[in-house]
């Protein structure tokens, strides 16, 4: 396995009403330079948010992403992923439509970065927010399969994967739900992102987190590693500094020994937005936004439980 960093924009919602004018460290950072950044800190790879590799004139975005590729070859690092939590069920067609077509500029991207897959989660939700006072769940379910499928035809002209990802909001919220949706659509390039969050938050309450892990192994190809508290449902979950939630990270890495999981391990700091006890979408609260510390200190914490990136292996 490799480890990676994840690196957002400033305001990644684009909405106030998410998490207040959210703002971190690395946020008005150009992409290249948060690039070398990740790779001094001694990590294997570097992911970004679409919005990150977006941030400046759009008339310089093809340029942003060369120098962004530039940079990460020159210090020795891969693009891990892009990724793109947008859009897919939505009562609004205009939206929803708005949001595939913006899964696929993330796909552009990964593209011209060297990456292998661009990653979401099936944004609008269906549990949180709550469609289901407006739409049906068959009705989200064909919605979340038409557009899957969509990108994941897409993705192929691009030799890249679509990796989705299991959130507790959403439709796909459960070990059997991933399993069935992924059987309906069949598509040999679309994989699944493992969030440690959702999987002890979301999946736990019904199986072990190995056992999840292990009937979902040959479709997980990205893990966003991260700690987690739960509230009264499975929806919702609050972003905590590591070592402060219900995350086993020992049992996390040994199974993902287990199943010789080789993709990326990546670094999900969302906190950043407001961490801790409250959780993210509080604007009164403030988190941890200095990337530099959450880089260096991510690293050093995840070390204790087995986690060690590929360069230090081979060293």
Not at 69 to 84: D, L, R
Not at 111 to 130: F, V
Not at 212 to 224: E, S
Not at 233 to 249: A, E, K, Q, S
Request: aromatic content about 10%; hydrophobic content about 40%; overall charge negative.
């Amino acid at each position: 396995m490799k480890i990676s960093f994840e690196v957002w924009p400033n305001m990644p919602w684009g909405r106030l009403e998410a998490a207040g004018p959210a703002w971190n460290s690395w946020g008005d950072l150009t992409s290249a330079e948060t690039a070398t950044k990740v790779a001094d800190y001694g990590y294997d790879a570097v992911d970004f948010l679409l919005g990150h590799l977006k941030n400046g004139p759009q008339a310089e975005y093809q340029q942003r992403l060369a120098d962004t590729k530039a940079a990460a070859e020159a210090a020795g690092i891969e693009v891990g992923y892009v990724a793109n939590h947008t859009t897919f069920v939505s009562p609004r067609e205009y939206d929803r439509e708005r949001g595939i077509a913006s899964f696929k500029e993330a796909l552009d991207a990964a593209k011209a970065l060297g990456a292998k897959s661009a990653c979401t989660l099936l944004g609008d939700g269906y549990y949180d927010p709550p469609l289901n006072v407006l739409m049906t769940r068959k009705e989200a379910w064909r919605q979340a399969k038409e557009a899957i499928t969509e990108v994941c035809d897409y993705a192929a002209t691009l030799d890249l994967n679509v990796s989705i990802e299991l959130l507790q909001g959403t439709i796909l919220n459960k070990v059997e739900s991933v399993e069935r949706m992924f059987d309906e659509i069949g598509a040999s390039n679309l994989r699944m992102t493992m969030d440690t969050g959702a999987f002890y938050v979301a999946v736990k309450p019904f199986m072990t987190v190995p056992q999840g892990i292990k009937r979902l192994a040959k479709y997980i190809d990205i893990v966003q590693i991260k700690d987690e508290v739960g509230l009264p449902t499975i929806v919702n979950t609050n972003h905590i500094w590591f070592g402060g939630g219900l995350v086993d990270f020992r049992e996390t890495f040994d199974t993902l020994a287990e199943i010789d999981f080789d993709g990326f391990v990546s670094v999900e700091w969302e906190g950043w937005q407001v961490g801790g006890p409250i959780g993210v979408g509080e604007p009164a609260g403030i988190g941890l936004s200095n990337f530099d510390r959450v880089a260096e200190e991510s690293l050093d914490f995840l070390r204790e439980y087995g986690f060690t990136t590929q360069r230090e292996r081979a060293a």
